[in-house]
Nanobody, 124 residues
Framework: QVQLVESGGGLVQAGGSLRLSCAAS????????MAWFRQAPGKEREFVAA????????IYADSVKGRSTISRDNAKNTVYLQMNSLKHEATAVYYC?????????????????WGQGTQVTVSS
C-alpha cells in the first residue's frame, strides 16, 4: 500500500510560480509511474502531467505544456510539479497519483493510489 502526501499549494498571483511536491511511502517508489491531476471547482478531475519510473519519459496536458515541468527524485521518494506563468484557470485541487506499472497513462483509471490533494489558488 502506497501513501501519497502532497504539499506546496497555496495562493499565488497570476503569472507567478509554484512547486508542488508529493512524498510517497509504503512502496518501492521507483516501481511506479507518477502523475498529477487537478480538479477545479464544478469540474471533473483532469490529467496534468505524468512521469515514468526512471524519469526518462514525461507527458503533459496541452493546457500546461511549456509552462509546467514534472520531475522525480527516486532517492527521496518524491515527485514534483513546477508550475510557471500561472493563470487563474489553474486554480484547482492538485492530486498526486501512482500507477504500479511501466505504462505512462493519462487516464485516472490507470492509477492505483491517490493523495488527498493540495489547493492551488491563482488570483487574477
Amino acid at each position: 500500500q502506497v501513501q501519497l502526501v502532497e504539499s506546496g499549494g497555496g495562493l499565488v498571483q497570476a503569472g507567478g510560480s509554484l512547486r508542488l511536491s508529493c512524498a510517497a511511502s509504503g512502496g518501492t517508489f521507483s516501481g511506479y509511474t507518477m502523475a498529477w491531476f487537478r480538479q477545479a471547482p464544478g469540474k471533473e478531475r483532469e490529467f496534468v502531467a505524468a512521469i515514468s519510473w526512471s524519469g526518462g519519459r514525461t507527458i503533459y496536458a496541452d493546457s500546461v505544456k511549456g509552462r509546467s515541468t514534472i520531475s522525480r527524485d527516486n532517492a527521496k521518494n518524491t515527485v514534483y510539479l513546477q508550475m510557471n506563468s500561472l493563470k487563474h484557470e489553474a486554480t484547482a485541487v492538485y492530486y498526486c497519483a501512482a500507477d504500479h506499472s511501466v505504462r505512462i497513462a493519462t487516464s485516472q483509471a490507470a492509477y492505483d493510489y491517490w493523495g488527498q490533494g493540495t489547493q492551488v489558488t491563482v488570483s487574477s
